[in-house]
């Protein structure tokens, strides 16, 4: 008798078996029921794995490279995560507006301070995550960094510096929809050598997905507008009296207004099926009517605020634009680096105004500024003013000085200004 030779679980290599043990019946009837019972077994087997089985997926999100952002102008998604990767953040938002486009990815931080960002994901990227592995370097001094994600921390060693990485891990075991992921670094040292921000090149999330489930849906607010974010392809049911939503509830087409604290409850659908319920405790933000309002709580240093427009723009000077609000109020609004994304002239209008209170040396301003719809308006006049009007609280208006005399002083490039209306 032949050797038998190892088994083959397909029909061309079933036929081959049954020809090759020819000369041994009963071997042949043995190894033909061997092999029904196995296929039978591996059917079985197959036939008992369910519809909705849970699969471990994942998804990147990849930082763009680019030159390292000198001007520190605050980055968004669409500066520093890849075009291809977009889909799965709805917004990012830095600590202290500390988030930069960077030569080996996303750059968090300054050289004399640590560094702190927030993904908030979109509906594509909201998922029942199981793990975050982020992969970040340091510009310098790595051994003296400690990287945090959601809160779990990793110290980075002394080879992880520039463009060599490494994989910082949270891991996820309460089941819950992942729809934030928060990045933070910290140094130990006071020291200017033991200094530097970090880069963050790559995120990758690791989920498990049900097919027989719907997503539940992310609701956001911001600027008192709250939008309502499905997966593809599904529709948006939602409230806003804290009923559970159905199908006959109010359907979501674009973001909303609140002028009120609101809980939101949503619902995504898709060929008839329903995800869990989404709530969301929306808070108003009350806008103050104009930038002598918001001054007169006494706001401490980084107290943001959103101030009702419509303001108007009056100069821009690089990284300086001077504003006035609908109430007569002036402000400087300040952006290191330069509003190189705004084209403003004298008339320029703002539905709003949104920022964080940055005194310079006692004289307001607002810094990390947003602004709500532009459009067309009226140029602003200068007030016409003399020198003895010029007080504290003067500070930031468009004047024209008239009755002034300038004499020079003898002092090279020093002139004075004195008042001339006597």
């Not at 921390?153 to 089941?175: Q, R």
Request: hydrophobic share 35%; glycine share 8%; with cysteine.
């Amino acid at each position: 008798m032949q050797t038998a030779r190892a088994v083959c679980l397909t029909q061309a290599c079933l036929r081959e078996t049954i020809s090759w043990y020819i000369y041994d019946y009963n071997l042949l009837t043995l190894n033909i029921f061997c092999m029904k019972k196995l296929l039978l077994s591996l059917a079985m087997a197959v036939g008992l794995v369910p519809a909705g089985f849970a699969q471990e997926k994942s998804y990147s999100i990849d930082f763009e490279n680019a030159a390292d952002n000198s001007s520190q102008k605050t980055a968004t998604v669409t500066d520093v995560v890849s075009a291809e990767t977009q889909k799965y953040v709805a917004s990012l938002e830095g600590k202290e507006g500390m988030v930069y486009t960077g030569q080996n990815g996303m750059r968090i931080g300054q050289n004399k301070k640590p560094g702190e960002v927030t993904l908030t994901l979109s509906a594509e990227g909201s998922v029942t995550a199981t793990k975050v592995e982020v992969e970040v370097s340091a510009n310098k001094n790595a051994a003296k960094q400690t990287i945090s994600v959601n809160g779990t921390a990793t110290t980075l060693d002394a080879s992880n510096t520039n463009a060599s990485y490494k994989v910082c891990a949270a891991e996820i075991t309460d089941g819950s929809l992942l729809a934030k992921i928060t990045i933070a670094n910290t140094r130990t040292g006071n020291a200017s050598a033991d200094q530097g921000f970090i880069y963050v090149h790559k995120i990758t999330v690791y989920y498990t997905e049900n097919s027989d489930v719907v997503p539940a849906p992310v609701i956001s607010c911001e600027d008192n507008l709250v939008t309502i974010t499905g997966k593809n392809g599904s529709e948006v049911y939602y409230t806003l009296d804290e009923t559970t939503p159905t199908t006959t509830s109010t359907k979501y087409d674009a973001p909303f207004a609140i002028t009120a604290d609101v809980t939101v409850k949503a619902i995504a659908v898709v060929d008839g099926k329903s995800s869990d319920v989404a709530s969301f405790e929306a808070k108003y933000e009350a806008p103050f009517e104009g930038f002598a309002a918001f001054l007169a709580t006494d706001p401490a240093e980084g107290t943001e605020a959103n101030i009702a427009g419509p303001i108007t723009a009056i100069y821009l000077n690089g990284a300086n634009l001077f504003v006035k609000d609908n109430v007569g109020g002036f402000m400087l609004l300040y952006q290191q680096g330069g509003f190189t994304d705004l084209t403003v002239e004298n008339g320029t209008q703002f539905a709003s105004v949104k920022g964080s209170y940055a005194p310079y040396y006692g004289l307001p301003e607002m810094k990390n500024v947003s602004f709500g719809a532009q459009s067309t308006g009226t140029a602003v006049e200068p007030a016409a003013v003399s020198i003895p009007d010029i007080t504290k609280d003067k500070f930031n208006y468009y004047v024209k000085l008239t009755d002034v005399k300038i004499a020079y002083t003898g002092t090279s490039k020093t002139y004075e200004a004195t008042d001339a209306s006597d």
